[in-house]
């Protein structure tokens, strides 16, 4: 899928607005993470919560990429679980990633993707995000709502599949996205995870006085804005 240049900083001008989230760990979650290794050490991480949501990445991606199979198998159930709060996962599928994913080198990456689609994409792109933080990034409920909201406000129809959210926001802005792709016959047009990439590589590559410096900091955004973006869908919306 190609994102032109012209669509893309659209896109980008109704996502870049000032919206927050406090990316910091909570108690429990950071005293489960430094228990994992003597290796993983957080005293030195930034107390800004924008600048500890990257420093996360980097503590985090080179023991995930190392030689510890338990370790990494320990931190991908930590970054699903009580990182990403996502615990209807079983211990056999997260022990599944970890082998498939092996020290997420290219080649175990793109196979998985391409085997995988967008089952489990809340789960396991955060795993690949973090060990892979310069090159991949988060695709959940919140990132593919707010952009297939931005979509639909813009006339285009292109859609990205959307997984199942709890958000009193999120989730009722997903049903009326979804009820309108079926009133205009576009159900099964859905995007994935690798249409998401390509539009945040386009994001950044928009001219530098309005692009994100990163796949992260273009996933960030969309992430924090997405409630908003939802609100408005949900007030502007209606389905014929």
Not at 151 to 157: I, V
Request: glycine letters at 4%; hydrophobic letters at 45%; charged letters at 20%.
């Amino acid at each position: 899928m190609s994102w032109e240049a012209g669509l893309v900083a659209k896109i980008w001008s109704q996502i870049d607005r000032p919206a927050s989230y406090n990316w910091k760990l909570n108690p429990i979650a950071r005293q489960r993470l430094v228990a994992l290794s003597e290796k993983i050490d957080l005293a030195s991480a930034p107390e800004d919560s924008s600048a500890f949501n990257r420093k996360l990445r980097e503590i985090i991606s080179p023991h995930l990429r190392g030689g510890n199979p338990d370790l990494r198998r320990s931190l991908i159930a930590w970054i699903i679980v009580e990182w990403g709060g996502i615990k209807r996962n079983h211990a056999a599928k997260l022990d599944g990633y970890a082998h498939r994913l092996k020290a997420f080198d290219d080649a175990s990456i793109a196979s998985f993707i391409a085997s995988q689609g967008t089952e489990g994409v809340s789960s396991w792109s955060k795993v690949i995000a973090l060990a892979r933080p310069g090159e991949h990034a988060i695709y959940d409920a919140r990132t593919a709502v707010a952009l297939n909201c931005v979509l639909s406000h813009l006339g285009d129809q292109r859609a990205f599949a959307m997984p199942q959210s709890q958000s009193r926001v999120i989730r009722p802005a997903a049903i009326r996205l979804r009820t309108c792709r079926r009133k205009t016959h576009l159900q099964a047009d859905w995007s994935g995870y690798i249409e998401y990439l390509q539009l945040l590589r386009a994001m950044v590559a928009l001219p530098a006085s309005t692009a994100p410096k990163s796949i992260l900091d273009a996933e960030m955004q969309i992430f924090a804005v997405a409630p908003l973006i939802a609100s408005e869908f949900l007030l502007t919306s209606t389905v014929q």
